[in-house]
């Protein structure tokens, strides 16, 4: 017997039908790249997207054909996405710090035909056109006033395409499973990896996203996405902000303190979202100009775990509530939040520190577990820390063209790559990488338990643990510091800093001080680099 | 170009499942029918779920197989649902209000191969167990101590099929279009015909009504569900609830104004959800006791429009946010909800109200327009009144066996048989049932709009507005009204009341005082018996 529901597809232009239909007048803010603030509305914006559909269409964008964005988060990108996937393409995000090589090898992979970009970064795709010979045509997101000088062949100008269109069109019919988006995860190790969104995955997490306990948009919010839109989907809001009609303020190129802030205060944000970066400029822009965040109700924190010294300074000196978020690529990508459960908010403040460094509940979608190496479910007791395994609609499947092979297991679980423990109401908490952990006769050690501590030292400005080989316990932890500039304590100190604070068999055999610690494109500590830097070091234990 | 996520279909087991998994401490509490109060908790309803759904499955039910349900909000008939949708079946509610000869009809008619019932509805199925020639056994929703004398043949104990079971099974593989519930809509002509709900639905639907403008019940929340399960599948609360992880609190039968101001306060619940009769007789109780409300933060109210002297009370006196709501059996059922808009937190009282007792924005995930009598669209003006149409993934796009033919229009618009506006801020009210609609002249009179005023009047009790034959304008509008209990004002006095609050041309052209105003079995007036009660009736001014 089957259900008599209607037959509804789930699609990406039924989000942008919503907002236009139902929130019409709401705003959209960007700061261009430009440099001025820009005003416009949903209703514009669905009518611009459908004349840029239209333009795109007319340039050959029909079904599952690839179209590149390499673009700030504006009202420009934000339309070229519900274009792109509204005519039945496929918007795949460039993140303009990947290395050349690796934005050539992307676009040559995902056969990128039409590469729509921002003025800034015109002078990248000149350097690598010719090693380009798929792409038929770089878009500039920007008017005829602006457009620049460049070497960049077939070049069009993004506001020329739209006024040439009258908007008198439908979207393109699909399937909800059709693709629709496209990013590639930057992974340490081999050729980077194209995870394919579909429509029925967008629209799933952004409800998902916005549900109470989730990011939770409401129609009365305004939303600062920083996070950008060509990395791990700007986490769903995108799709969640128009959903639920709230305005959204698009940060383009400038995401430094003083302008975060200018836009926090001027445009009266109450919920924002980025990563650990991010505030801690802002955090240290605040500290030196004294001034506070009167408007903002609540961060979303993710992309790497929140220092409890962030949390602490939200939460007790500026009165913002912090949510700590984790997610990849693979997840659309919001997995988990970490919402308060009933009682909680009655706990102390360092209790609910406690609380809120861990990285959260799954949110309804995704399912969630830690094995270990057999594979066996490991106990919520907030210790056992084991593989992190995710299930779910819109988590990944495969990668693009087959890459990386069969990632399921036979039960359909996505191994993270993170190592986590849950606790017992269900807080996962990330403790490492699995490459990551340094494995000392037979046990684990959490090296990012020990960064996060070690950053706690005030002369120390940033820390990595890497395993080191040795005799008898197969690896032991080496701490890596850069110290913060003027300083000069001794390894010592640092280690005396760690003690009780850790399993004394956790404590690092050694401290090397470096002038740099090397990061990947997405700004992670690149630990195979380190690895490789320190591989004949010898510990003084050895 | 197909997507690459995972192939996870949306199915109702899987909210149970991640309730269990991540909130299965939270408590439901629920006021027993046989009258105490009983906790239970996500893991305990999730293992007595699965036992559940063993012992149907032993009892014959598959996949397709439909099982009634005659049963308050409790514990039991929430496990019941999981268990007969996770064994693969159609969960039937069954209104203990409608006429026996209903509940006959629609039971043959869906061919409920089981029935679990409260036993306080023994004497209704005891009644007509003869016509159901279909029912192979009837499950007694409680334990063998109290288990009732009855002539019902096949009886069997609900908490015995339970504790025959050990819990150690899978739910059935299904199809996310597959369906799991079936309410009857209890049509005013003709027989009551059969929305049935898929899991892909219930999720959606599920999602929809959990995110932060929609019901946006939190994992913190103590939720009261007094809309009953067996009407409307409870707002999506079943669903929504588990999905958030929050507290639900279920009343059992008893749903009086003491009763429910003990859940409310006893249970600190912080967003409840009823029809505007029970908000009355609530109300009376507080104002008869001088009770307060000190938890309850939201209210929603729908199934009929609020009155506003309900809203003031609820918002002025109680400090407790109404949230209007709309929704009908074939919407799954909720269509919008009057959650504020940016800036209108700040207007004054009364225009806040004036918002309110609008009927709200529609969520994501359902489509809306009103049309003319020719189908065209009528503009966004809050003037303008039609047809009110919809279409999403959680609307019916059919009845069960194919009754009522076609119920969608070429487009796979479904027309409510809701009349009402939608103004320039997408704000939907209704202004009357298409067929109740008083046509004057060539113009449309809501007869709501001025029953909802006349009941405004302190000596007025209940209102009905039906069109009466008239030699000049074919209909005119003539008020019906109840006088409250002692009172005797004149036909002048209450339609000077109505005088300068609607256009003169929309005055009742007389006023006829009954004892009783007719209601169907969920409450509403019955216009139609009213219509032919008055059909001989002259007019003044005829």
């Given at each position: ?10 699609t990406v232009p ?39 559909a239209?333009?795109l269409r007319?340039l050959g964008v029909g079904k599952g054909q690839v179209v590149g ?14 274009a792109i996937m509204g005519a039945g393409g496929v918007c795949h ?16 992979h995902a056969e990128d035909r039409i ?19 798929n792409?038929a ?34 979207w393109t019919p699909v399937d909800e499973d059709d693709a629709c988006g496209l ?11 194209g995870?394919v969104y579909s429509h029925r995955s967008n ?197 693009l063209k ?141």
């Amino acid at each position: 017997m089957r259900g008599l529901m209607q037959s509804w597809p789930l699609t990406v232009p039924s989000v942008i039908d919503h907002a236009a239909r139902w929130h019409g007048e709401r705003e959209m803010v960007t700061r261009t790249v430009e440099g001025a603030i820009h005003r416009t509305n949903y209703a514009e914006l669905h009518e611009r997207a459908r004349k840029l559909a239209q333009a795109l269409r007319r340039l050959g964008v029909g079904k599952g054909q690839v179209v590149g964005t390499l673009a700030w988060n504006t009202h420009r990108h934000f339309e070229a996405w519900y274009a792109i996937m509204g005519a039945g393409g496929v918007c795949h995000t460039l993140n303009p710090r990947l290395f050349a090589e690796q934005l050539v090898y992307i676009i040559n992979h995902a056969e990128d035909r039409i590469i729509l970009l921002d003025t800034s970064f015109v002078a990248i795709l000149e350097s690598i056109q010719t090693q380009l010979p798929n792409v038929a045509a770089y878009v500039l997101l920007t008017d005829r006033a602006h457009m620049p000088d460049t070497t960049l062949s077939n070049t069009l100008c993004y506001e020329e395409l739209i006024a040439a269109e009258d908007g008198n069109c439908d979207w393109t019919p699909v399937d909800e499973d059709d693709a629709c988006g496209l990013c590639y995860t930057s992974g340490t190790t081999g050729n980077p990896k194209g995870v394919v969104y579909s429509h029925r995955s967008n629209v799933i997490h952004g409800l998902a996203v916005n549900c109470a306990d989730g990011i939770g948009a409401r129609s009365v919010d305004n939303v600062l996405p920083i996070v950008p839109m060509f990395h791990a989907n700007a986490w769903g809001l995108v799709f969640a902000g128009p959903m639920a009609g709230c305005k959204l303020v698009m940060p383009g190129a400038r995401l430094d303190g003083e302008n975060v802030c200018e836009l926090l205060t001027g445009e009266r944000v109450s919920v924002t979202a980025a990563v650990p970066t991010v505030w801690m400029m802002l955090l240290q822009y605040l500290e030196k100009t004294g001034a506070t965040l009167p408007h903002l109700k609540r961060v979303i924190i993710g992309g790497s775990a929140v220092p409890r010294v962030m949390l602490e300074k939200f939460e007790r000196d500026y009165g913002v509530e912090v949510v700590h978020a984790w997610g990849m690529t693979e997840l659309s990508p919001v997995g988990t939040l970490a919402s308060f459960k009933s009682g909680m908010e009655n706990l102390s403040f360092d209790e609910r520190m406690d609380i809120k460094v861990k990285q959260g509940r799954p949110i309804y979608s995704v399912e969630m577990k830690v094995t270990d190496d057999a594979g066996v479910d490991l106990p919520h007791d907030g210790k056992a820390f084991g593989h992190l395994l995710v299930r779910g609609p819109a988590i990944a499947g495969a990668y693009l063209k087959g890459e990386g092979g069969q990632i399921l297991d036979e039960e359909g679980w996505f191994d993270t790559g993170d190592v986590a423990t849950i606790d017992e109401l269900g807080f996962m908490q990330i403790t490492d990488r699995a490459k990551d952990v340094i494995k000392s006769g037979g046990e684990w050690i959490s090296s990012i338990e020990i960064e996060n501590l070690a950053v706690g030292h005030p002369q120390v400005q940033e820390a990595a643990v890497i395993g080191v080989a040795h005799p008898k316990w197969d690896e032991r932890p080496l701490l890596i510091v850069v110290l913060a500039p003027g300083t000069t304590p001794t390894r010592e100190e640092i280690l005396a800093y760690l003690e009780g604070k850790i399993a004394k068999w956790w404590m690092p055999d050694d401290v090397a001080f470096v002038a740099e610690i090397p990061h990947t494109a997405t700004g992670k500590i690149q630990k195979l680099t380190l690895r490789k830097q320190f591989e004949t070091y010898k510990l003084p234990t050895a």
